[in-house]
């Protein structure tokens, strides 16, 4: 007895409906753990603009179906530490909070002048003064925001916590797998240099972290994710 396609169809989708999985919507995938996910934070995003690929169901990449805040519950190993973090989280908030006072003063200063109880030179040196605070907040969250003040590695060895400041001087977590991470060898640095890369296989973007400016708390479990340490 023949059946029709659409019924072969349905009969699958009932059987095997972990096959074919539709793709969540955009208000929840924000929720959701992938390697090639975008993790959303105010400035330029850190990890975007990766390609979006399938992951076969037997790749350390079906790791999309765990939920973030499983990976957040599970026990993690500090392996490096940056100690320095707090300087940069310190530096980021003087930053914020320079450009927030100059952003404040600058309308009075514009509205004094319109009245003639400020002098052209003055509302120069206040504009001078507005522009260089906001070029350096960018310059300064642009670089701090990449720089990584710890890393955790979990029981299994499968999920790597990389903690890094965001646009507002706060603790950001990014959960990546382990297998998406490049090792040293991989991104062409020398254990000895001052400053490492710490990429993925399936996105461009880069963090920076220093073993020599650092402290490498765990070497086991950090040479498991970025490979010997030795020269």
């Not at 514009?110 to 310059?139: N, R």
């Amino acid at each position: 007895m023949l059946r029709s396609p659409r019924l072969i169809r349905v009969t699958l989708s009932l059987v095997a409906p972990g096959i074919r999985c539709r793709r969540p919507s955009r208000r929840v995938q924000p929720f959701f753990f992938h390697p090639h996910t975008r993790t959303r934070i105010n400035g330029p995003p850190l990890w975007a603009g990766c390609p979006a690929k399938r992951p076969s169901l037997h790749s350390p990449q079906h790791q999309a179906l765990i939920p973030c805040s499983d990976l957040a519950s599970r026990k993690y190993t500090l392996i490096y530490a940056f100690p320095a973090i707090r300087g940069l989280r310190a530096l980021s908030r003087l930053k914020l909070a320079q450009t927030g006072i100059t952003g404040v003063l600058l309308p009075a200063v514009y509205y004094f002048y319109l009245q003639g109880q400020a002098s052209f030179s003055l509302l120069s040196y206040t504009t001078g003064i507005a522009a260089f605070a906001g070029i350096m907040l960018y310059t300064i969250s642009y670089y701090v925001r990449r720089v990584v003040g710890m890393m955790y590695l979990d029981h299994t060895h499968t999920t790597l916590k990389v903690a890094h400041l965001s646009f507002w001087g706060l603790r950001r977590d990014v959960y990546l797998p382990v297998s998406d991470v490049m090792t040293l060898g991989d991104t062409g640095d020398s254990p000895g240099e001052v400053i490492l890369k710490l990429k993925r296989y399936s996105c461009s973007d880069t963090l920076y972290f220093s073993t020599r400016l650092g402290r490498v708390l765990d070497k086991n479990g950090f040479e498991k994710v970025f490979g010997t340490l030795s020269r």
